[in-house]
């Protein structure tokens, strides 16, 4: 994802299903440390993993 959040949605299958969820980050104090002076880009990473439950 680039430039914020989206009003679209990710479907992750046709059915009904639970999913669990892993969000890793980097860059974030890096991004806030940078925001006082203007708009960093290109710092914060994000790693999103799904898997269905058992």
Known sequence: ???GPRD????LSDGEAVR???V??????EVRR????GVP???EHYLV???PTS
């Open 1 to 3: 994802m680039t430039s």
């Open 8 to 11: 679209t949605y990710l479907r």
């Open 20 to 22: 669990r969820v892993r």
């Open 24 to 29: 890793y980050s980097e860059g974030r104090q």
């Open 34 to 37: 940078l925001a006082q002076e």
């Open 41 to 43: 880009e290109g710092i």
């Open 49 to 51: 993993q799904f898997w």
